[in-house]
């Protein structure tokens, strides 16, 4: 059936979606054409993910829908009513460890291999690499190469990206 | 991004009924929300269609029916396409990233537009996205432009990949719309640009993808996706091919051939095809099929390379084809 009405809701009402952002239910109202990278940036001030190009070239809006890496520059907010949402300021709370304030081993890796150098890229990077995890199809390190080329990272850092996620993908992360 | 009413639809019917003019369907986005932050598309309403229970892939007469909203993660990774329409699978694998792919639909594939520069910029002229305005690509910055079917109004080329391996399949593609469901044949579901290029394919107004069928004929032993860009991987082709090849014994029974980024469509030459059909798998045979190919094109300013770089990707892909090895999508060294 439509949404709540019809006709359909004017341009200018805000629509109201619920989102588990996080593992926190927000109940918002949003208006149709804010993205989710704008939604979580400028209204939720999780700044962690950013926004580097804003048209779907560069993965540092990468954000884990469900469980899936998509970039939140192409999404409009209103679409992802009820889905469940997780930005680089909630990896930390994902799996075992959840509760516990320790870093996500993909986290963790990235440190010990030095996998960044400006941080830019960084959020989308890690929630990038756990999707790629999740997926399970990347195995060898040309696969993880190519499962992670829609992420740009113009320090270069991407020997130690490969590494990283390496790492965790063969459990040798602490 | 402009404004505009959004609907959420629970069903086909409901979808086409909220269409109107302006209103543009919306699945994945990765597309249509790109073109609305370059003032590209400017749709007065957005009618979400990811609701719609069209997200399965189902076995129909010996072959699958992928749905609509079947995302291009979900085609390319269903065990029944990797071991029955592998070209597909690589096909989709070779284009956009990992993240755009979990978002795009298989409809929505078919009906992403052209990446032509000039059609995405809207200072400029362009006859795709204003009807009459002129095409500044010919003459101009034209590098990633068609060298076959263009016509004077517009030299675009067809971004997909997918879409490459789907007319090679000789795919055929539901659609639901005001005047009820047809079927069309890949061949005939996108169109060359003419005097009309702001039509990318024959869908009517309101008309709605609803599944893209792929016959039981899959190449699964023969056949390739190889794909030539400016770097390895997320990159749009320059030239890109499909092949696939039944073969008796070294004899050829079947061929297809299709090639992206060099037109509007994805461009099939069935005498060419023909020419193989009888013939032992040789590269000279593969060569004389390139050949009567490429005899056809017409370069612009700045393109002419793909013409020699689509006459050897053929014989290459045909080679990859019938000797069983297909291209790598993840050793990007061309064999």
Not at chain 1, 89 to 103: F, H
Not at chain 1, 124 to 151: F, P, T, W, Y
Not at chain 2, 259 to 275: F, M, S
Not at chain 2, 296 to 317: D, M
Request: charged share 25%; net charge neutral.
């Amino acid at each position: 059936m439509l949404l709540e009405q019809s006709p359909p809701v004017s341009a200018d009402t805000p629509i109201p979606i619920t989102l588990t952002i996080n593992g926190q239910r927000r109940e918002l109202q949003v208006a149709p054409w804010t993205t989710l990278l704008d939604l979580l940036r400028e209204r939720l001030d999780l700044t962690g993910t950013k926004k580097g190009c804003d048209h779907g070239q560069c993965g540092a809006c990468t954000v884990l829908v469900d469980g899936t890496r998509v970039n939140a520059c192409l999404a409009l907010a209103v679409m992802k009513d009820g889905a469940e949402i997780t930005t680089v300021e909630g990896l930390a709370g994902l799996g075992e460890r959840k509760g516990s304030n320790a870093l996500h081993p993909i986290q963790e890796a990235f440190i010990e291999h030095d996998a960044f150098q400006c941080g830019y890229c960084t959020p989308g990077q890690l929630c990038s690499s756990v999707g790629l995890m999740n997926e399970g199809h990347a195995k060898s390190r040309d696969e993880i190469r190519e499962a992670m080329s829609g992420n740009l990272c113009r320090c270069g850092a991407y020997t130690n990206i490969v590494d990283a996620i390496e790492d965790v993908m063969h459990g040798g992360a602490r | 991004m402009n404004r505009f009413e959004y609907v959420r639809a629970g069903t086909v019917a409901e979808a086409v009924q909220a269409f109107g003019a302006g209103a543009r369907f919306i699945a994945g986005g990765t597309n249509l929300i790109d073109l609305m932050k370059y003032d590209v598309e400017k749709p007065g309403r957005l009618i979400d269609i990811t609701r719609l229970p069209l997200t399965g892939i189902e076995e129909r007469d010996g072959g699958l029916r992928l749905g609509a909203l079947a995302t291009n993660a979900k085609v390319a990774y269903d065990d029944r396409v990797a071991q029955r329409y592998p070209m597909l699978r690589n096909a989709i694998l070779a284009g956009a990233s990992a993240q755009l792919r979990n978002a795009a639909s298989t409809g929505g594939n078919l009906l992403q537009r052209t990446r032509c520069y000039y059609f995405y910029d809207a200072g400029t002229p362009c006859n795709k996205r204003e009807p009459g305005s002129g095409c500044p690509a010919i003459g101009g910055v034209n590098r990633i432009h068609a060298i076959f079917g263009a016509s004077e109004h517009c030299i675009a080329t067809h971004p997909s990949d997918m879409c490459v391996a789907l007319a090679a399949l000789e795919a055929v593609v539901q659609v639901s719309g005001p005047d009820g469901e047809r079927s069309i044949p890949f061949a005939a579901f996108h169109r060359l640009p003419g005097d009309a290029p702001e039509r990318d394919t024959t869908l009517k107004p309101g008309e709605i993808v609803v599944s893209v069928d792929l016959p039981e004929r899959g190449f699964a032993q023969h056949y390739t996706y190889l794909k030539l860009r400016d770097r390895l991987s997320y990159a749009f082709a320059l030239v890109s091919i499909a092949a696939g090849l039944e073969l008796d014994g070294d004899t050829v029974k079947t061929a297809r051939l299709a090639l992206g980024g060099v037109a509007h469509k994805p461009w099939r030459n069935v005498e060419a095809e023909a020419l193989l059909v009888g013939k032992p798998a040789t590269r000279d045979n593969f060569q004389a099929a390139a050949d009567r190919i490429v005899a056809e094109a017409k370069p612009q300013s700045e393109n002419g390379f793909k013409v020699e770089l689509a006459r050897r990707a053929i014989v290459r892909g045909l080679e990859q084809a019938a000797a069983g090895t297909p291209q790598s999508l993840s050793d990007k060294r061309i064999q």
